[in-house]
């Protein structure tokens, strides 16, 4: 059972920064997806950037060249660096893992495996 905790949300004001990383218990193989999703107050949770072994991206539109999805498997940690942060983008972020086949998805019901979850609040 791959287990997820994230880390590094926080309050920023709007054009401001922030990293956030999952770190996840075991080491994963090429058949595994990491995804990054938000959930903000009133809304459904919606997928933001995902990444599969092999490097290949991608992106909510509303994210696009704002936010980049990254992993470093030798240290078993998704991050997400969010750049230009608008308050539209306060929610709580999660991160999630699925074991499949084929093209990645940001389809949450793909997902098996969800971190708890970290509140990034912008403000503007």
């Known amino acids: 059972q791959l287990q997820l905790m994230e880390s590094g949300g926080g309050s920023v004001q709007a054009g401001g920064s922030l990293r956030l990383s999952c770190a996840y218990s075991?080491?994963?193989?090429?058949?595994?997806?990491m995804g990054w999703f938000r959930q903000a107050p009133g809304k459904e949770r919606e997928g933001v950037a995902g990444i599969d072994y092999d490097a290949w991206t991608a992106y909510a539109d509303s994210v696009k060249g704002r936010f980049t999805v990254s992993q470093d498997n030798a240290k078993n940690t998704l991050y997400l660096q969010m750049n230009s942060l608008k308050p539209e983008d306060t929610g709580v972020y999660y991160c999630?893992?699925?074991?499949?086949?084929?093209?990645?998805?940001?389809?949450?019901?793909?997902?098996?495996?969800w971190g708890q979850g970290t509140q990034v609040t912008v403000s503007s």
């Open positions: 075991d080491h994963i193989n090429s058949n595994y997806y």
């Open positions: 999630a893992a699925y074991y499949g086949f084929g093209r990645m998805t940001l389809e949450s019901y793909r997902y098996k495996f």
